[in-house]
C-alpha cells in the first residue's frame, strides 16, 4: 500500500521560510518524478514544483520561481519543498504527489497525499 505523508505545514508570518516534507512508503521511490501542488479555498489544485527521480531535474511555476525548492533523498524515500519569502498568496493545502512523469498537469500522478496546511499572514 503507497502511502504518502506531509509534514512541516503551519502558520507563519509574511516573508518567513518553511520547509514542508513528503514521506513515502510502499513503493520504489527512485522510480517516482515528485511534485508539489498546492490548492487554496475556493481554487482549483495547482502546480508548484516536481524533481525527476534521479534528482538532477527539477521545474517550478513561475510563480514560486526563485522562492522554492524542491528535492529529494532518495535513501529516506523523502521528498522536500523549502519555501523562502513567503506571502499570504501561497496559503494554501500542499500536497506531495508522485508518479511515472515529470509533469505538471495532476492528473498524471499516480499517488497523492492527504496535504499539510499553509498560512501566511500579512
Known amino acids: 500500500q503507497v502511502q504518502l505523508a506531509e509534514s512541516g505545514g503551519g502558520l507563519v508570518q509574511a516573508g518567513d521560510s518553511l520547509r514542508l516534507s513528503c514521506a513515502a512508503s510502499g513503493l520504489t521511490f527512485s522510480n517516482f518524478a515528485m511534485g508539489w501542488f498546492r490548492q487554496a479555498p475556493g481554487a482549483e489544485r495547482e502546480f508548484v514544483a516536481v524533481?525527476?527521480?534521479?534528482?538532477?531535474?527539477?521545474y517550478y511555476a513561475d510563480s514560486v520561481k526563485g522562492r522554492f525548492t524542491i528535492s529529494r533523498d532518495n535513501a529516506k524515500n523523502t521528498v522536500y519543498l523549502q519555501m523562502n519569502s513567503l506571502n499570504s498568496e501561497d496559503t494554501a493545502v500542499y500536497y506531495c504527489a508522485a508518479g511515472i512523469r515529470s509533469t505538471m498537469i495532476p492528473h498524471d500522478y499516480n499517488y497523492w497525499g492527504q496535504g499539510t496546511q499553509v498560512t501566511v499572514s500579512s
Open positions: 524533481i525527476s527521480p534521479s534528482g538532477r531535474g527539477t
